[in-house]
């Protein structure tokens, strides 16, 4: 099992190179977060023993606990890539590095309250929904612009780019919706944000992310397998 883990993590990695290659990406342009949520401690500890260092959770309360639990190792760097709801806001500032799913201004005004002083700021992503689904979060292009130079402005934030999920099962309309991520970053660069980073791309739809310019792919289950209990959201 442990042995698994680390077998996937590595085919997954030279996947990554060799569709940057493929693709014209620099190699190393790409980054892995091997979302972790729903999945044991020791499963965390296994991708670690095989070099994975960063880490991505929906469940706030489920991941703090496992956030404390590694807090000794310094190498690591956790994402909160669920749904935020505003009374997980302050957990959530309090031990994440990222963020990738702020779609509120009231959530993003609580994580850059809460932000400790002694903390680099949080790096944040705003979550788009691209295909406007109503199962999924997220905030229209139509709405982008605008609150992109809002959370700019907030003193314990660092806005870095903008996150999205493909359609499940339908990979055209998953390579349209990445494409427009990718339009939508240059466009708030071309307004002189300083705004570098595209998180798209999961187990089922990685490759078409690389291809569109991703520079974050949050993969789960092609790394961990199975997870332990339902989804619950
Ligand atoms: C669960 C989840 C993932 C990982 O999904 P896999 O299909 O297991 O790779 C990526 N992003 C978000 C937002 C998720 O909730």
């Known amino acids: 099992m442990n042995d698994d883990i680390a077998t996937r993590i590595q085919q997954l990695r030279e996947h990554i190179t060799a569709l940057e290659q493929y693709y014209g990406r620099p190699i190393g342009s790409v980054k892995l977060l091997a979302v972790s949520k729903l999945q044991a401690l020791?499963?965390?500890q296994s991708a670690i023993a095989a070099g994975q260092y960063s880490f991505a959770e929906n469940y706030c309360q489920e991941a703090v606990e496992k956030i404390i639990a590694l807090q000794q190792d310094k190498r690591l760097e956790w994402h909160f890539i669920g749904t935020l709801q505003s009374n997980k806001a302050k957990a959530v500032a309090q031990y994440f590095d990222w963020v990738h799913s702020v779609d509120s201004l009231t959530v993003a005004k609580k994580l850059?309250?809460?932000?400790?002083?002694?903390?680099?700021?949080?790096?944040?992503?705003?979550?788009?929904?691209?295909?406007?689904?109503?199962?999924?979060?997220?905030?229209?292009?139509?709405?982008?612009?605008?609150?992109?130079?809002?959370?700019?402005?907030m003193p314990r934030l660092q806005l870095r780019g903008l996150m999205t999920m493909g359609v499940h099962g339908q990979s055209v309309a998953t390579a349209e919706v990445f494409a427009q991520l990718q339009q939508a970053l240059q466009q708030l660069q071309q307004q002189g944000l300083a705004v570098d980073t595209l998180s798209m791309g999961m187990t089922e739809d990685y490759p078409l992310a690389i291809a569109a310019g991703a520079t974050l792919l949050r993969i789960g289950s092609k790394i961990f397998g199975d997870r332990l209990k339902g989804e619950t959201q």
């Open 112 to 153: 850059s309250k809460h932000r400790p002083a002694d903390m680099l700021a949080l790096q944040v992503c705003l979550q788009v929904n691209i295909a406007a689904e109503k199962s999924k979060s997220g905030i229209s292009l139509a709405q982008l612009m605008e609150f992109a130079l809002a959370v700019q402005q």
């Open 42 to 44: 020791s499963a965390i």
